[in-house]
Every structure is written in structure tokens, then in C-alpha cells.
């Protein structure tokens, strides 16, 4: 055996090939709603829509699965954002005070966004501050020739488009004030440009208000106020289709509408004037539009305006039309908002159809056409968040049949979930359809578990299932006084989904298992309740069967601190069509469950909190096993998530002991500076090292019985194996602690004709202690060939082959600090990879993934997929654990993201990037879901053919694409490895571990080490000087 642990071995070239037909990673799309929107345009003649957002990305939405991303080179929030009709060009305006052009380019056959050119607006030296020229609003003529720079010094400042190119016509505000009329000069300044609207017939005139209240109608032939309009402290403009009138909204939350006549140029009484929420103090109405309809009545829209002491903190957008009033009352804030309505100029009216609303955590899209003015549902841009995610599971290859009653459950939920009526609708989708569907659940901390389409680019809602009320909760009590009574005023109507806040944190969802091919479900809740589910296709009303297990199993010295259980209703409940509750499981303690599994074939489910587990047959609804992991010194278990009494003492004890611990095992190491040093350090430490240890595995370090939360239950899974003895096979149960125990029940299942009169029986056949006590965080069991055992009811119904029943059954275990393959029934340990070491690396998720070469669809490998807190994934062959492929995924820092991240079976995976954004990623060669879209466009002149700084490749809204400026930096950090590799020592072969890919180099080199080797410290720098570490993404995760 030693003979071949020192064999060197080179990279075979035929191994690789085959792993660039199997393994590469991309991020590929971003489902959900975009985190922090701050800016809204729209294309009346492409049918697209972007959202701008303040991390400095512009993404484009047109028909489902239409989408495209940009991301600027500074991290600045985009301001506004404006589309050049029909030309696939967009305008953007950072708070930076910086303006971007952006175009949709063909590359590839499929359309990008690229950005061509960018320009900032100079000051008048010596007469203007910075801050007087910044720009305020912007105003594209519909021409799209000429662009309007409305500024914080009140001077309107002209660009030509396409190019950005300042043209020598700009206007100030004594050129203004010299052609206003003596009695309407008051010696102060007019404010800052507040609003810029073209006239709708006379493209040569436009508007111009000032936050002051002063509007002047400006000729820009004739460089000369035709009319001015002295009103209140203004907010925004909008121009009636005809042009012989326009309407101004004000600070006081009022609005005026004008008449622009010729015969009377100066005039400070408007034709109306309308506080609609008066006569007490109201706040400003920041936005409104007047749209013309053929009906006659126009339909008058605005934000704001409500009662500052009643409903000051409200966030509101008002329909009005003659006698229909309507004030939407939205959960977050008004970003901005348009109306999708006719725009061709030979029209007599605007007849809008859809009013789109951004808020700041959701998109709302109201039809004006349908009585009532109802919302219509969206086909992407759905907010995950709409209540906190708490836990999150996918399923691959969806059967039809599971399929189809899904969308019925979803449907009778909501009957006009019909995205055939979304508004905008622009580009092709040229992606195929997929190959299979999949399905995407989340937990939310309100008791929800949501179900989405996430087969394609977009993530599609299909079905919500509550659980609370299955409870006695507060929110019963809450219906009642959300009901707007006939009277009440303003007329409020409750609009959109997100709902941060929960009645009850003990509903949160924190597990969830669903069988696809049975209809089976259990989630998991932050009281302890287990509820398993049945999909129904009826409407339900039965009670449900209670059952309490005890999982402290009377063990003496501990008393449970934490919150109560939920009480559940007495009674029956009806329940709508889909998945319906049968059993409620409560464990005793109500803690938190961290672990749950299903085999619906055998009728049973396991569960584990941090005290233990517990086993259940939910067909005969008895308790089968109760087992206790807690260590006599884990007291901390007995608090609960929602605890305020953890002792601090012990906390700073427990950290204590860890630095008393890691200066007494560490070793002394001489200083040095020089990196010729620092590589014979790290040969020498390798020398040290015992024949066991290969230099891609590291030492771990043994963990303190006395941690605390120990027996917290990490994993469960079942598994038809040999455990008993290595001729006969079958049911058996797994579970895995926070300590490094795995405990192996051997189960007595009655066939299925005797299930209602047989109970099943629990025998303990293995108890296995890791040597090192890392936290178990998965148990798989795999067959004769080493492939892992299908799912339950995939051999009986022909949907998988039948497992290798002949040959010895293996079970691979992962723990926090390396991986694990015993032989059953013996449980001899057979191959191990230590993946950790002092540097902190510790696995966070794992999953067995099945990928197929891109070549040849015959040909595929199953392997396990790992993520570490250390934000990277590493792929290992399975059983041999030899690893393939390693790649950076997520940044370390980025913690709820870690823990947010679920594998799917194909070798795809999903984190969030925000609370309510998911990434998407790949690290499959075959198995890619990315927007393939095109738009088709027509402009006079393209800019990205000869832009100096257009990309070859778009970039992603997260920030990891590099683009060409920091190619150099790119070509510095591969340089840097192949230096890393060229100084580090040879690389040794194991049977436990492979030289196809080094997990690690040798640790102590760093860039300063070998930065005479590469270049100067001057170059450096200016090779680095634009890499800048991404922004933290804000709180309110709730993944454990």
C-alpha cells in the first residue's frame, strides 16, 4: 500500500478531457426580485422595461425569459434611467453624476447589453459649485436626438445623441429670468430644475419647472420664454396629449392643472387646483400622469398626497377617474411608475391599458382596462422575500402527473393566474423548452412554503401553501381589521404580496421533503411541528391527527427554556384543493427541527431537533423510535433559538479554551520574508507531516466533548442496505450529529398489504463515533457499483434502475471537516478525504450530483458536490473521493448566502444573493438554464461597433464577470498561481486523493511574497487599482 502513496503522478490528458465534457461553472440568471431598485424606464415600441438599482446594475425585462443585465464599472446607484424609442438604447444616471449609454447588441445569435459610451457634465469654473451642476432630471426629445440636463443650479444643458456630445446652447437662469415679466422677479434663485417635459405637438418647446414654483413654457429656436406659470413649491410636470394644457403637482400634496394659451403668456391662476386628501397638512405628491381615454373622463395617477398626521406613513399611488377613486396601499415604498398606453401622435387619446408600479420590493401591474382595476399577475420578478426565506428545496425531474396537480392547486388559488395578459411583452425567447421540470420550495418565516416553476430563465410562482392555519394563532384575530369599511376615506385598497412581518415566529418553515412520485410532503416548523401533507385534488374539511413525541425520553437535569409550543385547532379545518394536512407531529421540547426526511414507500418520516430524533409511521399515526443525543453539558440546547438567557460566561470560557487550545498545538515558526523561505518552511512542514497525510488533506484538529449544542441532529436518511449482516438487506435509518455520531437503525417493515396491522419496529445496529467529533452534515448510502440508491417508488414504477444488490454497500458519510466511506455491514472505513485544515475551511452543504458528459448523453459520472464557508464548491469522484474541479462561487463574507445555497441532482445550484434574489449557477458542461433571448432593433448609428469600451461578454448583475480593464488583473492573478505552483512542492498520490486538481496551495505564499517576480509595485498597482471588493448584501436572510 505505501509503495503507491509516494508514486508521482501527472495530469492524464485524456482524464481531462473528460472532465471539460463534465464540469463548468457559470452563473447563469438572477430569479426574483432585484435588490434595492432605485430607478424605472419603459419602451412603448420594443415592449421592454428596465429597472435600474442602486449596487449600479440595469437589468431589461421583456416577454417571460426575455431578460438581459448590465452592471456599471463604479458601484454607484443608477438615478434614472431612459429608453431611446424603438433604437434598443438606454440612458442612465448614476448618483455619481455620471450619464452611461447603453445598447442592445447581437452576439453569439442572442442579444446583450453593452454599455458604449459615458459622459459628465463639466462646470463653469470659477461661477459654478460641483454641486450646481449635477443633474436633477433628464428629458429625451421624441426625436431621441437631443438630450435635456435639468441641474441642482438651475441651468438646462443640451447633449446630441447618440454621440453625448455637449452642444453650445446650454440655458441659465438669468437667460430665464430676463424674459419674465418685472412683478414676477422676487431676487432669489428659482431652485433647482425640478421637471423638463417636450411639448406633445411642438417638439421645438419645452417645459420647465423650477422647485421654486416657477414654469416657463422656453422656445429653443427662438431662445425665448413663450409662456410662465408661477404656482407652489413643485414636484413634477406632465403635458395633457393635446399640449394645450399641462398638470403640476405640489409639495402640500395638491395639483394644479394650467392652459397654455398664446393670448395670455404670464399667469399664476391655474384652471384647477385640487388637494384631493385636504384640508389637512398632506404630503407632497411626488409623481403624477394625466392620460386621456376615449370614455371621457381622464384618468389622473399620483404617489403621495396622503394626510401627514393619519396616513403620513403610508405608501400610496391614487387612481382617479370622475367618480371611481381608488388609493392603492402599497408594503414599501414608491420608486416610480408609468402607464402603458397608445403613443402614436395621429391618436386623439392616450387610452392607457396597465399601470406599472416599482416599489421597492415588489412590482405591481394594475389592468385599466378591466372593471375594478384588478392586478394582474406577473410571470417573472416574483418577490421571494414577500415573507422572510427560512429554508429552501428543490426537485429535479418532476413527474407530469405531480406536475399538472400543482398548477390545478395553484390555479383554484388564484383563477386569474393567466400570464397571457402581461403588458410587456417585447423580444424573443430563443431558448428551447426544457427537457424536464423542475420545482423550487421555499420555506418562509410566515408558515408558507411556495412553489415555483425553475425550469427556465424565469422563476415562475406556482402554488402557496399556508400552515398556519392548522394553529391558534393572532393572526385570526387580524382579518377582521384589514377589512376597509364602505365608508372609509382615503379609499384604501391592500395591493401587492410582500408582507415582512409574521403573526407568530414559531410558524417559520425551517424543513422541508416532499416524494414527487407519491404526493407526499412534510415541513418542518421553528415550534417543533412536524405536519405531513397529502396532495388533494378536492376541497378538504377532516380534523387532523395530533401526536406528541418525546425526545428527552424523561432524561433527568434538563429543563426546556425556550417558547411554547403552537396550540393547534381543535376541530375541523377546511382546507382548499392541494397539499392538505393529515398529521401533526409535535416534538417535546417545541425546539426548532434541524433535520427531516420521508420514505413514503415504507409510510414513515424521521425528524431531529437539537435534542434528538424521533421516527414516525404516519400510516398507523404511532411513534416507532425517540432517541436523545443531548451531551450532559449541553445546557445551551435547552434555550431555544428565541432564548435571551445564553450565558455569556460560558461563551467567553468556550472562546477562551480555543485560544489556549490552537497556541498550544500551534508550532512556533521562525520569521521570514522572503518567499525562497517561506517554500522551504512549507516543504519542511510537509515533511513533518505522517505518510497519511498528502499534502491536498490537511490536519484536523479534534473537537472538545463539552461543545456545546452537540447533539443537535445534523442529517437523517433511509436506505434499503445490508447492516444487519452481508446476505440479507433492508430497511434501515441514519442520523448524524453536531458531535461526529451516526446512529444506524435497522428497521422491520411490514409489507405493504400489512401496514394497518403491523407496526414497524426499530432495532440500533451501528452507533459510529468520528474520531475528530466534526458535526455529520450528510449520510448516503451507495451500492455494489458505488452509484447512490434511488428514490423511493423509482425501481417499482421502472423510473431508475434497480440497485446493485450483489456487491458490498458502502456508506459515505460527510462531516464539517472531511468525507468518509465505510463498508457495510461491518462499517470498515474504506477511503477518506480530508478536505479542512487550520485555515478554517469547514463544508457547509453537500449533494450527490449525477453529470452528463456534453459530448455523448451515454456517458455521465456520479460525484459529490460540496460548498464550503469558505464561499467555494469542490466536485469529488464517487466512491474513490478523488477530487475533479474546484471553483470560487460565493465571497466568504457572504454568509446567509453559504447558507442559503441547495444543489440540484443535475449539477446545478441556487443562492441568495440578497433577501430577495437567487443566482443561479451551473457546474455542468450540458446542463445550462441562461436567458437566450433577441430583440430585434433599428438605430441610425451603431456605437458599439466602434466603442473602445463596449464587452465582449455582459456582465452579471453579482459582479463576477470581469471585463476588459481588469483583464490585466486577471492575467496578474494566473501568473501569480502558476508562480504559487511552480514554487510549491511536488504533488504526491494517494488512494485517498488524486493530482488532478491541488484544493489548496501552500498556504503562507502571498501576493506581497512574489510580487518582484511578476512586476514593479507601480505596476501593480495600476494593474489592481480597479478590482474592488462587492458590497455586503444587507440583513434579513433567515437561513440556519
Known amino acids: 500500500m505505501m509503495k503507491f502513496r509516494f508514486r508521482r503522478q501527472g495530469n492524464d490528458p485524456h482524464r481531462e478531457k473528460i472532465k471539460q465534457d463534465l464540469f463548468a461553472f457559470n452563473k447563469t440568471v438572477e430569479h426574483g426580485f432585484p435588490n434595492q431598485p432605485s430607478a424605472l424606464a419603459y419602451d412603448p415600441k420594443l415592449q421592454l422595461m428596465a429597472i435600474g438599482t442602486k449596487s449600479g446594475a440595469i437589468k431589461i425585462y421583456g416577454a417571460p425569459a426575455v431578460e438581459m443585465t448590465g452592471l456599471h464599472k ?217 392620460r386621456t381615454t376615449e370614455s371621457g373622463a381622464p384618468l389622473v395617477l399620483f404617489s403621495g398626497g396622503m394626510p401627514r398626521a393619519s396616513y403620513g406613513d403610508r405608501h400610496c399611488l391614487t387612481i382617479l377617474q370622475d367618480r371611481n377613486h381608488v388609493t392603492l396601499d402599497f408594503t414599501s415604498r414608491v420608486i416610480d411608475f408609468f402607464t402603458i398606453h397608445c403613443t402614436d401622435r395621429d391618436q386623439e387619446f392616450d387610452d392607457p391599458s396597465a399601470l406599472v408600479v416599482l416599489l421597492e420590493e415588489e412590482l405591481v401591474v394594475i389592468d385599466l382596462q378591466m372593471a375594478g382595476w384588478p392586478t394582474v399577475p406577473a410571470p417573472y420578478l416574483a418577490p421571494l422575500h414577500s415573507s422572510a426565506i427560512t429554508c429552501s428545496c428543490h426537485i429535479s425531474n418532476v413527474p407530469p402527473k405531480l406536475w399538472e396537480r400543482v398548477i390545478n392547486a395553484g390555479q383554484q388559488q388564484c383563477p386569474l393566474q393567466n400570464f397571457e395578459n402581461w403588458p410587456i411583452c417585447g423580444g424573443k425567447n430563443l431558448a428551447p423548452d426544457p ?13 408558507t412554503v411556495r412553489f415555483w416553476d425553475a425550469s427556465g430563465v424565469s422563476l415562475k410562482p406556482l402554488y402557496k401553501l399556508g400552515t398556519a392555519n392548522i394553529f391558534q394563532t393572532d393572526c385570526d384575530h387580524n382579518d ?34 416532499l416524494c414527487k412520485y407519491s404526493g407526499k410532503l412534510v415541513v418542518a416548523g421553528t415550534a417543533g411541528q412536524v405536519i405531513v401533507m397529502v396532495l388533494g385534488d378536492e376541497k378538504s374539511d377532516h380534523m387532523i391527527d395530533v401526536a406528541t413525541m418525546d425526545l428527552l425520553q424523561d432524561r433527568e437535569g434538563f429543563t426546556w427554556k425556550g417558547h411554547d409550543r403552537l396550540p393547534p385547532k381543535s376541530g375541523s379545518v377546511v382546507f382548499a384543493p392541494g397539499f392538505q394536512p393529515v398529521v401533526l407531529v409535535q416534538c417535546m421540547p417545541p425546539a426548532a427541527v434541524t433535520a427531516v426526511t420521508l420514505n413514503a414507500e415504507w409510510n414513515l418520516i424521521a425528524f431531529g431537533t437539537s435534542h434528538g430524533f424521533g421516527l414516525f409511521d404516519y400510516h398507523r399515526r404511532s411513534p416507532v423510535l425517540a432517541r436523545c443525543t443531548l451531551h450532559p453539558n449541553d445546557s445551551l440546547a435547552m434555550e431555544g433559538p428565541l432564548s435571551r438567557v445564553k450565558s455569556l460566561k460560558k461563551s467567553l470560557r468556550q472562546s477562551f479554551r480555543r485560544i489556549r487550545k490552537s497556541r498550544v498545538s500551534g508550532k512556533k515558526r521562525a520569521v521570514v520574508n522572503s518567499p525562497t523561505s517561506k517554500v522551504q518552511e512549507a516543504n519542511a512542514h510537509l515533511a513533518e507531516h505522517d505518510a497519511e497525510v498528502t499534502p491536498v488533506q490537511r490536519r484536523i484538529e479534534p473537537r472538545s466533548v463539552d461543545d456545546s449544542l452537540s447533539g443537535v441532529v445534523r442529517c437523517l436518511c433511509f436506505a434499503d442496505t445490508f447492516l444487519r449482516d452481508g446476505t440479507h438487506h433492508g430497511p434501515t435509518m441514519w442520523a448524524g450529529t453536531n458531535s461526529g455520531s451516526v446512529y444506524a437503525y435497522a428497521l422491520d417493515v411490514p409489507s405493504q398489504e400489512k401496514f394497518s396491522e403491523q407496526s414497524v419496529e426499530a432495532l440500533l445496529g451501528k452507533e459510529i463515533q468520528l474520531m475528530h467529533r466534526a458535526p455529520v452534515v450528510s449520510i448516503a448510502v451507495l451500492d455494489g457499483r458505488g452509484n447512490p440508491l434511488p428514490e423511493p417508488y423509482e425501481v417499482s414504477r421502472d423510473l431508475a434502475k434497480a440497485p446493485d444488490m450483489q456487491g458490498s454497500h458502502s456508506v459515505l458519510i460527510t462531516s464539517e471537516e472531511q468525507f468518509k466511506v465505510f463498508m457495510l455491514p461491518k462499517v470498515n472505513a474504506k477511503t477518506k478525504f480530508k478536505l479542512t485544515a487550520h485555515e478554517g475551511c469547514r463544508v457547509r452543504k453537500v449533494a450527490l450530483s449525477n453529470f452528463t458528459s456534453v459530448t455523448s448523453e451515454d456517458y455521465s459520472e456520479n460525484t459529490l458536490v460540496c460548498l464550503t464557508n469558505l464561499g467555494d464548491i469542490h466536485v469529488f469522484s464517487v466512491p474513490a473521493l478523488r477530487p475533479q474541479v474546484r471553483y470560487d462561487c460565493i465571497r466568504k463574507e457572504d454568509i446567509s448566502g453559504i447558507a442559503s445555497c441547495v444543489f440540484t441532482k443535475t449539477g446545478q445550484g441556487f443562492y441568495l444573493i440578497s433577501p430577495s434574489e437567487y443566482e443561479r449557477f451551473s457546474l455542468s458542461a450540458r446542463v445550462i438554464t441562461e436567458p437566450l433571448c433577441q430583440v430585434d432593433v433599428e438605430r441610425p448609428h451603431d456605437l458599439s461597433e466602434h466603442s473602445s469600451s463596449s464587452m465582449t461578454v455582459p456582465p452579471q448583475a453579482n459582479g463576477t464577470h470581469k471585463t476588459q480593464a481588469e483583464s490585466k488583473s486577471v492575467e496578474a492573478e494566473g501568473l501569480l498561481e502558476e508562480m504559487r505552483s511552480a514554487l510549491s512542492s511536488p504533488v504526491l498520490d494517494s488512494p485517498n486523493s488524486s493530482a488532478d486538481i ?35 448584501r444587507p440583513p434579513g436572510i433567515l437561513i440556519n
Not at 427537457?435 to 408558515?447: F, Y
Not at 496551495?1001 to 498597482?1021: F, I, R
Request: hydrophobic letters at 35%; one cysteine or more; a negative charge.
Open 74 to 290: 463604479d458601484t454607484a446607484a443608477v438615478t434614472q434611467i431612459h429608453f431611446l424609442h424603438g433604437q434598443g438604447r438606454i440612458l442612465s444616471l448614476l448618483d455619481d453624476n455620471t450619464i452611461h449609454m447603453w445598447e442592445i447588441v447581437q452576439r453569439e445569435n442572442r442579444s446583450h447589453l453593452v454599455e458604449v459610451h459615458s459622459f459628465t457634465l463639466p462646470g463653469r469654473p470659477g461661477i459654478e459649485s460641483t454641486s450646481a451642476t449635477r443633474v436633477t432630471v433628464m428629458l429625451l426629445n421624441l426625436s431621441c436626438d437631443l438630450l435635456a440636463l435639468g441641474t441642482e443650479g438651475g441651468g438646462v444643458h443640451f447633449l446630441e445623441l447618440p454621440s453625448l456630445t455637449l452642444l453650445n446652447k446650454s440655458l441659465f437662469q438669468d437667460e430665464i429670468m430676463q424674459s419674465v415679466p418685472d412683478k414676477y422677479k422676487c431676487g432669489k434663485s428659482l431652485g433647482p430644475v425640478e421637471s423638463l417635459q417636450e411639448h406633445p405637438k411642438d417638439s421645438d418647446k419645452i417645459l420647465i419647472g423650477y422647485s421654486r414654483g416657477l414654469v416657463v413654457l422656453w422656445d429653443l429656436n427662438s431662445r425665448h420664454v413663450d409662456n410662465v406659470f408661477l404656482g407652489k413649491q413643485l414636484e413634477s410636470l406632465v403635458w395633457e396629449r393635446s399640449g394645450n394644457s399641462f398638470v403640476s403637482s405640489h409639495s402640500d400634496g395638491g395639483y394644479m392643472v394650467w392652459a397654455v394659451s398664446s393670448s395670455n403668456p404670464c399667469t399664476h391662476d391655474p384652471v384647477s387646483s385640487t388637494i384631493p386628501y385636504g384640508p389637512f397638512p398632506c404630503k407632497a405628491v411626488n409623481k403624477i400622469l394625466w
Open 998 to 1032: 491541488n484544493l489548496d496551495t501552500t498556504g503562507e505564499l502571498t501576493m506581497e511574497d512574489v510580487k518582484d517576480y511578476l512586476m514593479s509595485v507601480d505596476e501593480a498597482e495600476n494593474n489592481f487599482r480597479n478590482i474592488t471588493e462587492e458590497d455586503g
Open 435 to 447: 427537457k424536464q421540470k423542475e420545482l423550487l420550495l421555499t420555506g418562509h418565516e410566515d408558515g
Open 480 to 513: 377582521s381589521l384589514t377589512q376597509a369599511g364602505e365608508e372609509e376615506w382615503p379609499p384604501f385598497r391592500k395591493v401587492g404580496c410582500f408582507d415582512p412581518y409574521s403573526d407568530d415566529p414559531r410558524l417559520g418553515i425551517q424543513k422541508i421533503s
